[in-house]
């Protein structure tokens, strides 16, 4: 089944600085890559995605890059804020006909002002 | 309404007890998911609505027992559980079994004693 690992566990930033993220995925059929950002004590919220017919999706501060030959896609946001200090987890769909979505571990982004 | 919403947000129940979690969307969305995240962990997936009907059961232990009456609502119903399953219980929704965004409602907050 797909299997997806995801680094750094923990990313400190100052403000202002940018922050990436990687995922690595193992199921090539995988065709669809969502990044959700979790505050604490509050519900995933769906940030950006990505399906496999595109390498790069960019929306105002944040950019999702796809390398679907190295099966890997990376977050990136860029002029970091306070209020980006969440935990991120990227996700692949198992294209199974019904979604499944495998989540990464987890990182957790502290931004310092 | 562009929003998945939960009841109760927090419940306390004892291991005899007999409890159900609600969940309702007004997207017209036809997929529907129960997902279950342990503390710093990522959402699990359990089960898997697509038109009303049951499309997957990721090998969840009998006493969780989930029913969708009609397209806009899943519940989720519980009987006799174990400390362990203590967590956040989030539904979500999209707009069907495809590749398509799914949303996240705020979850609700189990504690088994």
């Known amino acids: 089944g797909e299997n997806v690992e995801q680094h750094p566990s923990t990313l400190s930033v100052q403000e202002g600085d940018s922050a990436v993220i990687k995922c690595t995925y193992s199921?090539?059929?995988?065709?669809?890559f969502p990044w959700y950002k979790q505050e604490l004590g509050k519900r995933p919220q769906l940030i950006i995605d990505?399906?496999?017919?595109?390498g790069e999706k960019k929306d105002q501060r944040i950019a999702v890059t796809l390398n679907k030959t190295a099966k890997h896609f990376s977050l990136h946001i860029t002029e970091t804020q306070p209020e980006d200090s969440a935990v991120y987890f990227c996700?692949?769909?198992?294209?199974?006909?019904?979604?499944?979505?495998?989540f990464g571990t987890g990182t957790r982004l502290l931004v310092s002002p | 309404d562009t929003e998945v919403t939960q009841t109760p947000k927090h419940l306390v129940m004892g291991m005899t007890n007999k409890k159900s979690l609600k969940c309702e969307q007004h997207?017209?969305?036809?997929?529907m998911y129960w997902y279950k995240q342990k503390a710093k962990k990522p959402p699990e997936l359990m089960f898997v609505y697509s038109y009303e009907k049951l499309s997957i059961n990721e090998s969840v232990p009998s006493r969780f027992s989930p029913e969708c009456p009609n397209s806009s609502l899943l519940n989720l119903h519980l009987h006799a559980l174990q400390p362990e399953d203590s967590a956040l219980y989030l539904c979500?929704?999209?707009?069907?079994?495809?590749?398509?965004?799914?949303?996240f409602g705020p979850g609700t907050r189990l504690t088994v004693t």
């Open positions: 997207m017209g969305h036809r997929a």
């Open positions: 990505i399906r496999s017919n595109v």
């Open positions: 979500a929704s999209s707009q069907d079994g495809g590749s398509n965004e799914q949303y």
């Open positions: 199921d090539s059929a995988s065709n669809y």
């Open positions: 996700a692949a769909d198992m294209n199974t006909g019904f979604q499944k979505l495998v």
